[in-house]
């Protein structure tokens, strides 16, 4: 099977989540029949749904080409979860490491295991952006261009950050408004 190209939401705000993506990021690297090809800048955003009064979160996405399966992508997924103290409490509740499959290659899949692209991937600003940093003439399966989808994604609290030059903190919960990300993509 030749390598397919898929994308790997990472998302954390619980026990430092800097090191948490950082961990998640090295995890992907040595993931087997799998090469992480490259990863967009961090940022910084609010939760979206689930419990009031949680911490920001620190989000990122990942290219992978693989010649796992995506039933494989995904259980290799989960098991870097696992392994990072992910506990599966509360539905959109804080957690240490979440990592989603995104887009395996064009598939479009439906079923009780796994959906493809992401079901709701086209409305959060917090993955998009990140996507649109490292692919950017993207077209999403079922959905259109990504660009498209950036233009129609509702507000969201949003602040990429400069990982050269700016400290990764996340501390509970944030009491000032953070500002929205401010150049997008056109």
Request: hydrophobic fraction near 40%; aromatic fraction near 6%; proline fraction near 13%.
């Amino acid at each position: 099977m030749p390598p397919v190209l898929a994308y790997i939401g990472i998302g954390s705000n619980r026990c430092d989540p800097a090191n948490q993506v950082r961990r998640a990021l090295q995890a992907l690297a040595t993931l087997p029949a799998s090469r992480l090809t490259t990863h967009s800048p961090w940022y910084r955003t609010a939760p979206v749904g689930g419990p009031p009064g949680q911490p920001d979160y620190l989000n990122a996405v990942a290219a992978v080409e693989t010649t796992l399966s995506p039933d494989a992508l995904l259980a290799a997924l989960q098991a870097m979860e696992n392994a990072q103290g992910r506990v599966r409490a509360e539905r959109w509740g804080p957690r240490t490491l979440d990592l989603d499959l995104l887009l395996y290659g064009s598939i479009i899949r439906d079923d009780p295991y796994l959906t493809l692209p992401h079901p709701r991937l086209h409305q959060r600003a917090f993955v998009l952006y990140p996507l649109h940093d490292i692919a950017p003439d993207l077209t999403i399966p079922g959905q259109g261009k990504l660009t498209a989808l950036l233009g129609n994604c509702s507000f969201q609290s949003i602040m990429r950050l400069d990982i050269a030059n700016e400290p990764v903190t996340i501390t509970p919960p944030n009491p000032l408004p953070m500002e929205p990300y401010l150049n997008p993509p056109s």
